[in-house]
Nanobody, 123 residues
Framework: QVQLVESGGGLVQAGGSLRLSCAAS????????MAWFRQAPGKEREFVAA????????YYADSVRGRFTISRDNAKNTVYLQMNSLKPEDTAVYYC????????????????WGQGTQVTVSS
């Protein structure tokens, strides 16, 4: 079994930056596909970004492309989400997720989930 623990959330002003981390434990290696999702109050959980095993392929939602960067350090079993130029509409609980196989943007296809970290962007 894999446990995922997010950290790095907080309160930031619009235009600011945050870096989220997701540490995987419980196995000797992280899932091959790692992703970030987010869920705002009253809304469904939505895809933000994903990365493959060696980091040479990344995928982004249109709403964050050019502002967010996903990366991973397999030696540390950790995935990161660098968030720049944050907007109030980025406010949400951010979840780390993992799966095997091919990258997808579908919530239900991910096997492993963290507990989430709150990101609040003030205007």
């Amino acid at each position: 079994q894999v446990q995922l623990v997010e950290s790095g959330g907080g309160l930031v002003q619009a235009g600011g930056s945050l870096r989220l981390s997701c540490a995987a434990s419980g196995r000797t290696f992280s899932p091959s596909i790692m992703a970030w999702f987010r869920q705002a109050p009253g809304k469904e959980r939505e895809f933000v970004a994903a990365i493959n095993w060696n980091g040479d392929s990344t995928y982004y939602a249109d709403s964050v492309r050019g502002r967010f960067t996903i990366s991973r350090d397999n030696a540390k079993n950790t995935v990161y989400l660098q968030m720049n130029s944050l907007k109030p509409e980025d406010t949400a609980v951010y979840y780390c997720a993992g799966k095997g196989g091919i990258p997808t943007r579908t919530v239900s296809s991910y096997n492993y989930w963290g507990q989430g970290t709150q990101v609040t962007v003030s205007s």
